[in-house]
């Protein structure tokens, strides 16, 4: 069996914990919920109206839908403060920085591809030495602190897989020789694609589709079981 020589990790929910919003909801958790929940209620109904048209394919495509979502917060008046108060307090999954280290000391390369916001992407690219990402969302703010602009990247469900091929050509590499680590629904083509892909912590539909799939008691999670799993 060959070794794994380019492994993929998502963000939310994988190196970093679940962002869970105050209240329950039907939605998965992540950091676009949790802000649309600080924003209040008004902007908390539109975000789960966004949810809902998704699933039931009302927009065109991925972008429309993150539009959709971007212009609540920007109707809402999200700050600057605020945004990055919201991501700067969601820890890594525990683990996550020995289990890098390991990674970077074989010389494996890595990339996060996620459909999240970039300055969280930003602050796991420098701690943890990764060498590649395609991350979904970057916020611009106006003198103010003011939502102004943003640029989007479809990383997202199918997309992942895009991107997944793309970084291969690049490194002259084939599916099977690449692993990837994820949680969410969104997550099951790339899962799908590569020779090696781990569920972690991951929901029912991911886990049953994935090679392994690891599963913690809440709050006792350890991201180095996925080493168990990784010929690298």
């Known amino acids: 069996m060959g070794k794994i020589k380019l492994i993929f990790f998502d963000m939310e929910g994988t190196i970093f914990k679940k962002a869970v919003p105050t209240e329950k909801t039907k939605v998965p958790p992540s950091a676009w919920y949790v802000i649309a929940e600080k ?44 945004f990055c108060d919201i ?7 525990p683990g996550v920085k020995e289990t890098f280290a390991i990674i970077n000391k074989v010389g494996t390369p890595t990339c996060l591809i ?20 395609f991350i979904g969302c970057e916020y611009f703010w106006d003198t103010k ?5 943003w640029c989007l990247v479809p990383s997202d469900s199918q997309g992942k897989v895009g991107f997944m091929k793309l970084l291969c050509t690049e490194y002259g590499l084939e599916q099977n020789e690449c ?3 994820g949680d969410g629904d969104n997550d099951i083509p790339l ?25 913690q008691i809440p709050d006792k999670e350890d991201f ?9």
């Open 39 to 82: 924003l209040g209620p008004e902007a908390l109904r539109e975000e789960e109206l966004t949810q809902e048209r998704w699933l039931k394919s009302k927009y065109s495509n991925y972008l429309e839908w993150m539009e959709k979502t971007i212009l609540i917060h920007k109707k809402f008046k999200l700050t600057k403060r605020l």
């Open 145 to 149: 602190g003011l939502l102004e602009h």
């Open 191 to 215: 899962a799908k694609a590569v020779k090696i892909s781990i569920a972690f912590n991951a929901s029912e539909r991911l886990s049953k589709c994935s090679t392994y799939s690891i599963n």
């Open 114 to 133: 996620s459909g999240g916001f970039k300055y969280q992407a930003d602050k796991a690219i420098k701690e943890l030495k990764i060498k590649h990402s």
């Open 224 to 232: 180095r079981a996925i080493l168990e799993y990784l010929d690298i």
């Open 87 to 93: 991501l700067d307090n969601i820890d890594y999954t």
């Open 179 to 181: 692993a990837f680590i």
